[in-house]
């Protein structure tokens, strides 16, 4: 009986500390990934292209507060990107222990965000429900270019780069057609929120980037990730995806929702350099 409780005090040990890390510990983790992308279709005569992406701040929820959005501008400005990608979900409904930001001073810090070729955002579905219309106007305030359905043109040491923007898969109708209408020449970056569009991305694009599913915030060792984003493929929830051909990176993002809780899947800044690689 003693045997017993003593394995029944060590399991609830065990799951307490396990408990601990996932609500108070990891969600207060911050670092920086790189990934080398050799990729296919970037161009073998352009340089590479550093690129951070920032996905699901959820500003507001526990850790996130507008200090730790400081300190993320910062840690992002010090990886000296040549372009910041914005991937939505920069504000929260309900997150217990959490509480809403409005989202100009939340864009006012992000206004320090520095890149050559300037910082570009999408919208995300938590955006949205919020209200879009005043986040993108809030963005563009502080000189951040929000995308829907939109490309704009950058020039990559002279050469023409084109970054193009998809409306949220989730709340609206994201549009190839409209968003590429513009592009004439040179390599295209494609930013999501929600990698679900990734399953019907033309054949010209060097990536995808998205953000969304947070990693399932909770991945067990030999199960993976716990919570799947919905219409999303078990396979696209983090990393660097390749199919058919195609190219897509997921970032696990920084924020949390419904459940402030991060085990295996720490708050992220990931920085991409993308260059050209042999055909697939």
């Known amino acids: 009986m003693k045997r017993f409780l003593r394995a029944v005090a060590l399991l609830v040990a065990i799951?307490?500390?396990?408990?601990?890390w996932g609500f108070l510990i990891e969600p207060g983790l911050l670092t920086v990934d790189r990934h080398a992308l050799a990729l296919s279709r970037w161009p073998a005569d352009y340089p590479?292209?550093?690129?951070?992406l920032i996905g699901d701040l959820h500003a507001g929820a526990p850790f996130i507060s507008l200090d730790r959005v400081s300190e993320i501008v910062a840690r992002t400005n010090a990886a000296h990107p040549d372009l910041i990608v914005l991937l939505?979900?920069?504000?929260?409904q309900n997150v217990p222990g959490g509480h809403r930001i409005p989202i100009e001073p939340i864009a006012e810090h992000l206004r320090a965000?520095?890149?050559?070729l300037g910082t570009i955002a999408v919208l995300g579905n938590h955006d949205w429900w919020e209200n879009g219309p005043r986040i993108r106007r809030a963005f563009e305030?502080?000189?951040?270019?929000v995308l829907d359905n939109q490309a704009v043109r950058r020039a990559l040491d002279g050469r023409p780069l084109w970054i193009a923007g998809l409306a949220d898969a989730i709340t609206r109708r994201p549009s190839y057609a409209?968003?590429?209408?513009?592009?004439?020449?040179?390599p295209v970056i494609v930013l999501s929120h929600s990698p679900e569009p990734f399953a019907t991305l033309p054949p010209e694009p060097v990536i995808m980037l998205a953000a969304h599913t947070h990693g399932g915030q909770v991945r067990l060792p030999l199960i993976g990730s716990l919570v799947t984003a919905r219409r999303v493929p078990h396979r696209w929830m983090f990393g660097h995806v390749v199919e058919d051909g195609r190219d897509l990176f997921v970032t696990t993002g920084i924020g949390t929702s419904i459940m402030p809780v991060r085990f295996l899947t720490p708050p992220v800044i990931d920085v991409l350099e993308i260059r050209a690689g042999e055909r697939r």
Do not use: F, K
């Not at 939505?88 to 929260?92: A, F, L």
């Not at 965000?113 to 050559?116: E, F, R």
């Open 178 to 186: 409209q968003a590429l209408t513009a592009v004439d020449d040179g």
């Open 48 to 52: 590479a292209l550093r690129v951070a």
């Open 15 to 20: 799951a307490s500390a396990l408990l601990g």
């Open 141 to 145: 305030a502080v000189g951040i270019t």
């Open 88 to 92: 939505g979900d920069y504000v929260i």
């Open 113 to 116: 965000l520095s890149a050559p």
